[in-house]
């Protein structure tokens, strides 16, 4: 390892920027003669449209113009497309209702946009909004998934409320089992709905060029080549070489700046219509009910045991809630992330899982943090406490007793997964001694002297990072590719530029990506740039989503890298009359082997601009190359994490008092990035256990629509953490890497809720679902005190 290369803790290069206010984000960005716009948005949750009446507001100060949905209809432009397609147990296609980019005819959630008001200012244009007549009739509102599924329901869309009625696994193996068993533990548990909330709220400008044809669109994106694609093909139908999509800095994305949205198709096709630049901001409130939410499951798992405690078969059934309409990629969310990943760590021989997508009267749901690997996991790290209790056992050693042995990969799971490494007895055993497992009954003791209630809990996770292959989820529904794309310029001094097709929202990319180049090339980190997030600078990309910036877009880096020195090395073996065999790349130099003779990396890289002394005949002038990798797997990060609450008995409040997290990431790139990660990842996982939910009254109201409603962690919510790594490589990438970006989010929520309810089991109370907010818990023991009374 050298100072700045792989496995060095690098301070980060985009720190500075980012923490001085020196970032360039959507909203910094103005063209010349832009205007603003303002979206009016729907207030109730269902109704059809009448007239809209723009003609008061259309004589407002500073009105430019006003669009509705009739006119993009009216121009022939399309809806936002789905960009997976699920089929039924059938074998039939999912319902696949039209998405348009404005309402046309309905409105189906509170927030759905119904017109969009340009003007001189935003102010203009948000006052403009006001003075829009739009007749609505109400329509009775599906407000739940319950609602959704009864007799006689009101229909979202014309083909009902079922989206899709999915599975995978072997029923009738499972059923039979399930016969066999000793014991079934049983469990029905919610994943709540959540609401991203990135420090960046959403942004977007459109800017088309009349002289050349070409539309900008500026936008605050975690994928801006997929928007091209999406936007270009699908709602406007231009070819992509007259689109180009900028995502500049991002703050934060989460999952919920993957998916191409309404503000952003319209500002750049109505960029054209006034001839002027069309920028569009969200405001904190606007973004709670126009950014896709995420999780918001409910579901029903069984687990048969042998009389050893041995898992003999899982089966699970699922409803996920999408929402009004599809949004990008939802139909993949509650099948291919969520119910491939059902084995956990796990050897369960045989699983079942269906799942039933529903469209409600609600904001649709997406892709947030870990995407499907977060629902599994609570499902199955909730549902092995409870075999534990049925058990009669300990929680660690059931799953001692259940993990897939360290010597059994690669290890096919009955839903799908086939896992390359792992070693889930080692991540144990380190969480347990730094967590001080053995120790605690003496901290319950202590604490129930103060009064308190403290409880401990555990979960071993598995996650599926870096989608792939192409092939095969492409055979799964998906329509796109999952491969990513990577190019290396080195220019005449030596310094280097890489253009990925990743985007970096916060991730650290710029350094990480660097210390790649730097421990191949033998520079400096200070000679690196990185460069992402502008289709017309990068070939093509996939996007920052599913942790699979490195696994994915780091390894497209090394072939990047790989076709460089190879090149390189030519150039050297002609200067020093050596063989290209003979030459070797040692700490930024190439030597021929077993001699004193070497040329600097720069001197290379110059020879290859300024070709005066040149092999010209076999090689190329210049120093630049492009690289595509489709993974052959997904890469699967595991690890441990133990949660230690204490609650307040007569107030209800819980108080994280210890986290500790070991995760095997594969090989650690910058361990300070890695802690920083797993962070942030905690934070939002303890938020969901305890703090986070998206709350709709009987009208599809938003009754959580600010941070006044919306509990998000702060500081002082959470503990000192303590984080460890415990890696095994992976084997199909050249660098070992697995993931970091989601393992906080989706191995704490059980461990929370599993210490929560340690902490209440001497009380009667066996699950509790998430958030476990104050009013919850005391509502629960006081229901206790009142049975023990009566």
């Keep these: 390892m050298g100072a700045e290369g792989i496995g060095a803790a690098v301070r980060r ?294 009389k050893d405690g041995k898992f003999l078969a899982l089966r699970v059934k699922t409803d996920a809630n999408m929402g009004a309409y599809l949004s990008t990629f939802a139909p993949a969310v509650p099948t291919y992330l969520y119910a ?24 649709p749901v997406d892709a947030y943090r870990g995407a499907g690997r977060p629902e599994a996991t609570f499902l199955l790290e909730r549902l092995v406490d409870n075999c534990a209790a049925e058990m009669g056992m300990d929680r660690v050693e059931i799953r001692k007793r259940n993990f897939i042995p360290a010597d059994a990969f690669p290890y096919q799971t009955p839903v799908a997964l086939q896992y390359d490494s792992g070693d889930y007895q080692a991540t144990l055993a380190s969480a347990l001694k730094i967590a001080d497992w053995a120790g605690f009954e003496a901290r319950r003791v202590a604490a129930a002297k103060k009064g308190k209630l403290r409880g401990i809990g555990i979960s071993t996770y598995l996650e599926a990072c870096g989608i792939a292959p192409s092939a095969v989820v492409g055979s799964l529904g998906a329509r796109a590719g999952l491969y990513e794309c990577a190019n290396i310029r080195v220019h005449p001094t030596g310094s280097v530029t890489v253009f990925t097709g990743c985007h970096s929202h916060g991730q650290g990319h710029e350094t990480t990506y660097a210390q790649l180049v730097a421990d191949r090339l033998g520079i400096s980190i200070d000679q690196i740039e990185v460069s992402h997030g502008d289709t017309n600078k990068i070939p093509f990309g996939m996007g920052t989503y599913g942790s699979r910036s490195l696994a994915v877009g780091g390894t497209a880096i090394v072939k990047a890298l790989d076709k460089i020195v190879d090149k390189a090395k030519k150039i050297a073996a002609h200067l020093l009359e050596a063989s290209p065999a003979d030459i070797e790349l040692k700490d930024g130099k190439f030597v021929v082997a077993g001699t004193d003779k070497a040329k600097a990396f720069g001197e290379i890289s110059l020879a290859a601009y300024v070709p005066h002394n040149y092999p010209i005949d076999t090689v190329e002038p210049g120093l630049e190359e492009t690289a595509f990798y489709d993974p052959k797997n997904f890469t699967f990060p595991g690890g441990c994490h133990i949660c230690e609450v204490e609650i307040d008995p007569d107030t209800g409040v819980t108080k994280v008092v210890k986290f500790t997290a070991v995760d095997d990431v594969g090989r650690v790139v910058n361990p300070m990035i890695v802690e920083g990660q797993v962070h942030g990842g905690l934070a939002q996982g303890i938020g969901q256990a305890l703090l986070e939910t998206c709350v709709y009254d009987e009208n599809g109201q938003l009754r959580s629509g600010s941070y006044m409603d919306y509990t998000m962690p702060r500081a002082d919510d959470l503990p000192s953490f303590d984080v460890a790594t415990q890696s095994t490589l992976c084997t199909h990438n050249p660098l070992g890497v697995k993931g970091v970006g989601e393992v906080g989010a989706i191995g704490s929520p059980p461990a929370v809720i599993n210490a929560v309810v340690d902490a209440l089991r001497e009380t009667g109370v066996r699950h509790i679902d998430m958030p476990a907010t104050p009013s919850k818990i005391w509502a629960l023991l006081n229901s206790g005190r009142r049975a023990a009374a009566e």
């Design 13 to 306: 290069k985009e720190d500075f920027r980012f923490l001085t206010g020196r970032g360039n984000y959507t909203d910094d960005i103005n063209r010349p003669g832009q205007t603003h716009a303002y979206f009016l948005r729907s207030q109730v949750a269902h109704a059809t449209i009448g007239n809209i009446d723009t003609a008061k507001a259309a004589k407002a100060p500073g009105v430019v113009a006003i669009f509705t949905g009739a006119d993009f209809a009216a121009d022939g432009k399309g809806g936002l497309p789905c960009g997976w397609l699920v089929k039924n147990k059938d074998g039939s296609p999912m319902q696949e209702p039209p998405h348009p980019v404005l309402a046309q005819g309905k409105v189906r959630h509170v927030g759905d946009p119904i017109a969009v008001v340009i003007a001189e200012t935003r102010e203009q244009a948000k006052d403009a909004a006001e003075l829009i007549d739009v007749q609505l009739t109400e329509l009775p509102v599906v407000g739940t998934m319950a609602d959704a599924v009864k007799p006689g329901a009101a229909k979202v869309h014309d083909g009902g409320n079922v989206c899709y009625d999915w599975h995978i696994g072997d029923k009738d193996a499972c059923d039979a089992a399930f016969k066999k068993a000793f014991k079934v533990a049983k469990l029905d548990l919610v994943n709540n709905r959540l609401i991203p909330n990135a420090m960046e709220p959403r942004a977007a400008i459109g800017d088309f060029d009349r002289a050349t044809g070409e539309y900008t669109l500026y936008t605050t994106s975690q994928n801006p080549h997929v928007i091209r694609l999406l936007m270009g093909a699908f709602v406007l139908q231009i070819p992509e070489s007259r689109l180009r999509v900028v995502a500049p800095d991002v703050g934060g994305g989460f999952g919920s700046k993957i998916f191409h949205y309404a503000e952003e198709a319209t500002v750049t096709w109505a960029s054209a219509k006034v001839g002027r630049p069309i920028k569009w901001t969200c405001d904190r409130a606007e973004s709670f009910m126009s950014d896709a939410h995420g999780r918001d499951h409910v579901s029903h798992a069984e687990m048969a045991m042998d």
């Design 340 to 363: 491939t990943l059902l084995a956990g760590t796990y050897t369960t021989p045989v699983i079942y899982a269906e799942v039933r997508a529903l469209f409600t009267n609600t904001v």
